[in-house]
């Protein structure tokens, strides 16, 4: 199993759509956990972090479930400027993160 | 508040050629710092990291060297440019466990 691992995508939906992204990851141990956006040809930003069940912020939510090692990002009411690839990360090691190869979002109008 | 600045954006070099990209950090003092490589269309992939002036880890064997000669300052260089080098270039520090990045350094070797 992949230390971090998420379905590349794309993910197209329309304006207003809710859309959730998964992101699974293999070491038990992980305490907290984050999710950035990257826009074409730009440096990724953070998003969220993840440090207990879940974050809230605005139309974004993220939930974590410990017994099937995931993390999920939910978009609500969505826009054309979500349209971006979404990166899950798991610290690792000493002061490492595991990256996910991303999740391609294309908000269609 | 915390900056990071990369240098150059974009990058063009011929194979064969030497390559140096600096990165600086300001508003803060003994930051970790990392550069990554993404190449077109895949992961991040960490090249090195750095917990202190001069202490260099190296993720992976490669044709690239990284030095560390002030607290803030971050360097990746190359003797000689290979094909394979080209990618999208990426500083990044932290603190805690969130990383912040530069605006990263497009090379192409050609």
Known sequence: RKEVEQDPGPFNVPEGATVAFNCTYSNSASQSFFWYRQDCRKEPKLLMSVYSSGNEDGRFTAQLNRASQYISLLIRDSKLSDSATYLCVVPGNNRKLIWGLGTSLAVNP | ?110
Request: aromatic residues 10%; contains cysteine; proline residues 5%.
């Open chain 2, 1 to 110: 508040s915390q900056t990071i600045h990369q240098w150059p954006a974009t990058l063009v070099q011929p194979v064969g050629s030497p390559l140096s990209l600096e990165c600086t950090v300001e508003g803060t003092s003994n930051p970790n710092l990392y550069w990554y490589r993404q190449a077109a269309g895949r992961g991040l992939q960490l090249l090195f990291y750095s917990v202190g002036i001069g202490q260099i880890s190296s993720e992976v064997p490669q044709n690239l060297s990284a030095s560390r000669p002030q607290d803030r300052q971050f360097i990746l260089s190359s003797k000689k440019l290979l094909l394979s080098d080209s990618g999208f270039y990426l500083c990044a520090w932290n603190l805690g466990l969130e990383a912040f990045f530069g605006q990263g350094t497009r090379l192409t070797v050609v």
